[in-house]
């Protein structure tokens, strides 16, 4: 029996969440743990990764589209076989030369005057643990993605739970017996043996496929350099704006640069359900074009349903979250709830935008807008602005207003979109 759009979110979402939800709380430990263990560095643990973050970011989102890909050559075996093959073949190679772009930027940012602030010797140090993860952390997002469009979101989701699980009961094992000044090293470390693991629990399910093909890799740089490019230079903007805010506020409070990666920690949990289900309507899209203007109401009113159990769990839990994740290195107030709603509304509803418009093939203006909005808007604004013992909600809720702003220009879009599939089919009868 064929399911309709809901019934497959419905189907669809523990998998989906459970795959992003495990590394995300393996991330949040070590940031939970460093935050209690050794206060001190937290600081410079979220400034390093912050950084890293941008290459990172930017290299594996030029497979961001990955997914759509996969789904529409679902029923042609062949095709999708030699996608696979020229897509790990591309982002093996982009993983390369990721490590020496990451080893080169923590060479180049440790002889700046902004790191002067911070123990630049364990800058480095932290920057090179990190590097390694960053070659797996590229190719397993390949992976991932591919899986999850073939079908396999839920066994991928119970591997990296395994995973995680692991690594979370080595991140307690190290607060209890390393000392203070070492674990912000040994939590660090987590990340590049989170991903190993990932690695090889991955290619596992696909083992019996052919893994690389440079002629085939060939074919396909096209493709990735026209649809993956625009949301690799989009989120990198977005990761950029993290960097140059982190810059500013370590020029503010360098507890405000801590305080920041305290709420993007949490932030980064309670969005998971969202951007699970902007991926699975993406995928949803990409095979049904057809039912594009359905699709994105029903999903638009799923992402209203999730912000408003999100609302009502966090009113009487979120001041013992805070707790949770960052100890005494940030105040909790009601305003900071508020904002911490807003923020996961409004970036909530602009990922689903974006995720449905990917899968219209169109990336290029969504990031350009996005990028535009944040860089040449936002952060000269908090440049320029002279803040006076600012709390960490104003940061917050300035980019909750951009965010909503994107939303809307973005629908404007995709309003146009589905009124010229509309006329296309009154055109064609």
């Not at 991330?27 to 890293?52: G, I, N, Q, R, T």
């Amino acid at each position: 029996m064929k399911l309709n759009h809901s019934s497959i979110i419905k189907k669809s979402l523990p998998a989906f969440f459970g795959a992003r939800l495990a590394p995300m709380l393996g991330a949040s430990a070590a940031f939970l743990l460093v935050a209690h263990k050794s206060p001190d560095d937290l600081s410079l643990f979220a400034y390093v990764l912050a950084v890293m973050s941008v290459v990172s970011t930017c290299c594996s989102l030029l497979f961001a589209t990955t997914g759509n890909k996969a789904a529409e050559l679902r029923g042609d075996k062949p095709a999708l076989e030699n996608f696979f093959s020229g897509g790990f073949t591309l982002a093996s190679l982009v993983a390369f030369l990721a490590f020496l772009v990451c080893t080169a930027a923590a060479y180049l940012l440790d002889e700046t005057e902004s790191i002067k602030n911070l123990n630049t010797n364990a800058f480095w140090n932290l920057s090179l643990i990190y590097s390694f993860s960053i070659p797996l952390l590229i190719v397993n997002f390949f992976l991932q993605l591919f899986l999850e469009a073939t079908g396999k979101a839920a066994i991928c989701a119970n591997r990296k739970i395994v995973i995680t699980a692991a690594g979370f009961s080595g991140l307690i094992i190290g607060s209890l017996y390393v000392d203070s000044a070492a674990f912000t090293y040994y939590a660090m470390s987590y990340f590049f043996v989170a991903e190993l693991l990932a690695t090889l629990a991955f290619t596992n399910l696909i083992r019996h496929q052919r893994y690389l093909c440079f002629s085939h890799a060939k074919r396909l740089i096209s493709y990735f350099v026209r649809f993956g490019t625009p949301i690799a230079v989009g989120m990198t903007g977005q990761k950029l704006y993290f960097y140059l805010l982190s810059e500013r506020l370590l020029g503010i409070d360098i507890q405000l640069v801590a305080q920041l990666s305290i709420c993007m920690t949490l932030i980064g949990l309670l969005m998971i359900p969202s951007l699970a289900l902007s991926q699975i309507h993406s995928l949803q899209i990409s095979q049904h074009p057809e039912n594009s203007r359905d699709y994105f109401l029903r999903s638009l009113w799923w992402v209203i349903g999730l912000m408003a159990l999100s609302a009502a769990l966090l009113a009487p839990s979120a001041k013992y979250l805070f707790i949770l994740f960052g100890g005494s290195l940030i105040s909790y107030n009601e305003n900071l709830l508020h904002t911490l709603i807003a923020f996961l509304t409004c970036s909530s509803l602009l990922s689903l935008a974006v995720a449905h418009l990917r899968a219209r093939n169109e990336t290029l203006g969504p990031q350009l807008l996005i990028s535009f909005l944040m860089l040449a808007l936002l952060i000269p604004g908090l440049y320029l602005f002279p803040f006076l013992n600012p709390g960490i909600e104003i940061f917050l809720g300035l980019q909750s207003a951009t965010a909503f702003t994107g939303f809307l220009l973005l629908c404007s879009r995709i309003y146009l979109i589905h009124r010229r599939d509309q006329n296309g089919r009154i055109d064609a009868a």
